[in-house]
């Protein structure tokens, strides 16, 4: 992924947090003082990625940078530092753009990272990308074509979905776990989506209530003529993982037209290494899409006849919509005393990993707003977690898990080397 730069125009003491947390996340920050600097740095390099700029202090500087970002073609970001009270009014003489964002005082060093490298993810949308913000493509956009250009012809990310037509079966609880493994521990760029626009608590366990959801940002776009990837929706957890809530009221998702979702879905996955779906648990034309879309599903069974029912009849669904071979199973509450070949044999799907029962851990961690990953890291829950992301990687590698045996292969690998998670 190429490193970008970020050109710095704030205070001295704000600039020296600000730029050793730049540091600390892999860019490189550059000061700049006037706007005769920041022509010359951006004439100089094409590798910012993003300008903050300081909106409450000598604004009329500020504007003359601003409008250097959008010069010859070029189209930078700026994360703009103002006072909460002057956040209504900072229009930017009517030039603001849709990948700007903007920053209260007093700010912290290290949110103000986050945003940063949230940005510069971002960023690197291709441009001509039609499903993300029409503003960006507005323009000659020639010279700023390598740098926005997506990482390399790598392989596309995945898209992961959580599900089992029963609740309660550990379907957030692993949706969220595994997001924050693979960022966290495992260095991936990931997409978290809660697609459960009934009873969804992604956004709730993870400390993030009142973030603006998709219905909230499509429908504002209705109004502004614009048209938001979700990348540029979703909000930064303290984990660097992003999270989108799809909705926050069952009442009012017509405006999530299920094929739009879908292509959004797939979108995100030039962006990010994973997009994680939690599933509301039905049938409806949203999931269905979705299946369609998927890589890979995920099915959390616990060993109980209510679970194990749920999950054959979602088995058969599946060969009808001829998703069968994604479909993995993790046996979640592993411990609680039946075999997991015996489920691998009821169930009729291949076990992918399995999870133990973890006491409160899961309930906790999400008091404090956190995963169980950051949370309790050294618990043997969050090795099966780790475990189960292993797996998940290695079905990515080897392309396994669009050849139609992937998991089953994997699984094998792999059942020999866990033999204490064996049900007794
Ligand atoms: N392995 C586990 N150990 C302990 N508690 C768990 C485990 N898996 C899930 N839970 C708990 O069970 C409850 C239901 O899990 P949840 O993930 O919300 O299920 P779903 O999304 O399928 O409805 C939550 O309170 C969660 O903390
Ligand atoms: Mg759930």
Request: charged share 25%; with cysteine; proline share 5%.
């Amino acid at each position: 992924m190429p490193r970008s730069a970020v050109a710095i125009a704030l205070p001295p003491a704000e600039y020296a947090a600000v730029s050793s947390q730049i540091i600390e996340a892999g860019y490189e920050p550059i000061e700049v003082r006037t706007a005769d600097e920041l022509e010359k740095l951006l004439n100089l390099r094409r590798d910012i990625g993003v300008a903050i700029l300081d909106g409450e202090n000598d604004f009329d500087r500020t504007l003359e940078m601003y409008s250097l970002l959008h010069d010859q073609g070029r189209n930078i970001p700026a994360l703009m530092v103002v006072a909460a009270r002057a956040l209504d009014r900072m229009g930017l003489a009517g030039k603001a753009r849709v990948n700007d964002e903007y920053f209260t005082r007093p700010y912290s060093a290290e949110s103000l990272r986050w945003r940063v490298e949230a940005m510069l993810i971002r960023a690197e949308i291709p441009i001509g990308d039609s499903s993300s913000s029409g503003i960006i493509q507005s323009g000659p956009s020639e010279p700023a074509e390598d740098i926005y250009a997506p990482a390399a012809e790598g392989p596309r990310g995945q898209i992961v979905i959580v599900f089992n037509p029963k609740g309660g079966v550990g379907k957030t609880t692993i949706a969220v776990n595994v997001a924050a493994m693979l960022q966290v521990r495992k260095g991936q760029r990931v997409l978290l989506v809660d697609c459960d626009t009934v009873t969804g608590h992604v956004a709730s366990s993870l400390g993030m209530e009142n973030t603006r959801t998709v219905a909230d940002a499509w429908t504002e776009d209705l109004n502004t003529g614009m048209a938001e990837s979700f990348a540029e929706i979703a909000a930064m957890h303290q984990n660097g993982v992003s999270v989108l809530v799809m909705a926050e009221s069952p009442l009012h998702t017509e405006i999530l037209e299920p094929k739009r979702v879908a292509e959004a879905i797939t979108t995100a996955c030039r962006v990010y290494d994973w997009v994680i779906v939690d599933m509301h648990p039905d049938y409806g034309p949203l999931n269905q899409v979705i299946f369609e879309r998927a890589d890979k599903i995920i099915v959390p069974v616990t060993p109980d006849v209510p679970a194990i029912r749920a999950a054959v009849q979602f088995r058969e669904v599946a060969v009808e919509l001829e998703i069968r071979e994604r479909l993995a199973m993790v046996v979640n509450r592993a411990n609680s005393g039946v075999s997991v070949a015996d489920m691998e044999r009821t169930v009729g799907m291949p076990a992918l990993a399995e999870v133990r029962s973890a006491g409160m851990l899961f309930v906790r961690a999400a008091n404090e707003g956190r995963s169980a990953v950051e949370r309790f890291p050294k618990e043997k829950v969050i090795e099966d977690i780790e475990t189960l992301c292993d797996r998940l990687m290695a079905t990515r590698e080897s392309g396994a898990a669009k050849s139609g045996q992937g998991f089953m292969g994997i699984f094998s690998g792999g059942r020999n080397t866990n033999p204490s998670m064996r049900a007794s």
